[in-house]
């Protein structure tokens, strides 16, 4: 009885050798290309205002921010991992909490100052995938 449907099931069957999932070479996932990432008009500009404020207004100005990064250059990278809109508030939300105090942020030594750590990149964008 079973080498009767074995038989049939021969003379059925897809002639040829048959991988269900295809061959191991339809497994291997392509070279992942470099992905552009495009740059609205709103960010090209909030760099740019960025940028002045970091080279013109800064060094007159002198360092007064009490984090690390400065509150332009965490600004300047939540914008470009987040989108405008997003890393605009961020900075914003972290020039309000600008001040003196020591609260709930890990310290670090620069230049002899005791200054507050508080990256915009602690966590992966999930703007962009990588």
Known sequence: MLFNFLFLASLLAYPGY?????????????????????????????????????EVISPVDGPRSHYRPSSSQYMQQAIHNYGFL????????????????????PTVLFE???LKYDPACMHKSKRFKQ
Do not use: V
């Open 18 to 54: 048959f991988e269900p999932w295809g061959t191991d070479a339809s497994l291997q996932k392509p070279p992942r290309l470099e992905e552009k990432k495009e740059i609205s008009l709103a960010e090209k500009i909030a760099d740019l205002c960025i940028q002045f404020h970091q």
């Open 86 to 105: 997003r890393g605009f508030i961020m900075g914003c939300d972290r020039l309000l909490r600008e001040n003196d105090e020591e609260w709930i942020y």
């Open 112 to 114: 002899g100052r005791t």
